[in-house]
């Protein structure tokens, strides 16, 4: 699976931005598509995932502020985020991944990073 990621940029804290994540297979041949973050200095965490069903998960961080959505028919999933604070800033990663074999082995794969800056 390939992904393509788009949008991101610099905004004032308070302000909204949009990233979106384009894969090149149908999003229903992957378990779940989603995005990763990961600021200077620290780990790549889970900001937002979509399952393969419509289920989705969100960081404590991010709950109320960021909405994951996808649409099927493009196989994108987007992550609208408001009210942007200085600590989202991060370079955002589009994550899809597939469970496969007997052992339902993971298998992740990744888009290029897409920077979020939010200025104080």
């Known amino acids: 699976v390939q992904l393509q990621a788009s949008g991101g940029g610099l905004v004032q804290a308070g302000g909204s931005l949009r990233v979106s994540c384009a894969a090149s297979?149908?999003?229903?041949?992957?378990?779940?598509m989603g995005w990763y973050r990961q600021a200077p200095g620290k780990q790549r965490e889970l900001v937002a995932s979509?399952?393969?069903?419509?289920?989705?998960n969100y960081a404590d961080s991010v709950k109320g502020r960021f909405a994951i959505s996808r649409d099927n028919a493009e196989n994108t999933v987007t992550l609208q985020m408001n009210s942007l604070k200085p600590e989202d800033t991060a370079v955002y990663y589009c994550?899809?991944?597939?469970?496969?074999?007997?052992?339902?082995?993971?298998?992740?794969?990744w888009g290029q990073g897409t920077e979020v800056t939010v200025s104080s």
């Open positions: 297979e149908s999003i229903f041949s992957v378990s779940a």
């Open positions: 994550n899809a991944y597939k469970l496969m074999g007997p052992t339902l082995r993971r298998y992740d794969y």
């Open positions: 979509v399952t393969w069903g419509g289920s989705t």
